[in-house]
């Protein structure tokens, strides 16, 4: 059994910042692609930024230059900070990774969500 722990979503104002951390847990093997996800009110879930298990990094393009994926292999955790906020950025944030655990086939894993607001 393998899950994520979601932690640091909440409200920022414009301009601010806040980190997001996703934590996995259970018999993992190994840990592939990590990710972070955004789905907006009435919006389908979009790609905010996806990190290899070598470090590569990728962006949707609204978040360049503003948001930073990092990973910390030894903790299984993936972290999104994100800066300069903007109220386009308000949604709910999930992790997601691809994961080989001692029990299953390499599967696809999602957080549970954490909110993400941005307001005066």
């Known amino acids: 059994q393998v899950q994520f722990v979601e932690s640091g979503g909440g409200l920022a104002q414009p301009g601010g910042s806040l980190r997001l951390s996703c934590a996995a847990a259970?018999?993992?093997?190994?840990?592939?692609?990590m990710g972070w996800y955004r789905q907006g009110s009435e919006k389908q879930r979009e790609l905010v930024a996806t990190i290899t298990s070598n470090g590569r990094t990728n962006y949707a393009d609204s978040v360049k230059g503003r948001f930073t994926i990092s990973r910390d292999n030894a903790k299984n955790t993936v972290y999104l900070q994100m800066n300069s906020l903007i109220p386009e950025d308000t949604a709910v944030y999930y992790c997601?990774?691809?994961?080989?655990?001692?029990?299953?086939?390499?599967?696809?894993?999602w957080g549970q969500g954490t909110q993400v607001t941005v307001s005066s």
């Open positions: 997601n990774g691809h994961i080989q655990s001692m029990t299953a086939p390499l599967s696809e894993y």
């Open positions: 259970g018999s993992i093997f190994e840990i592939y692609t």
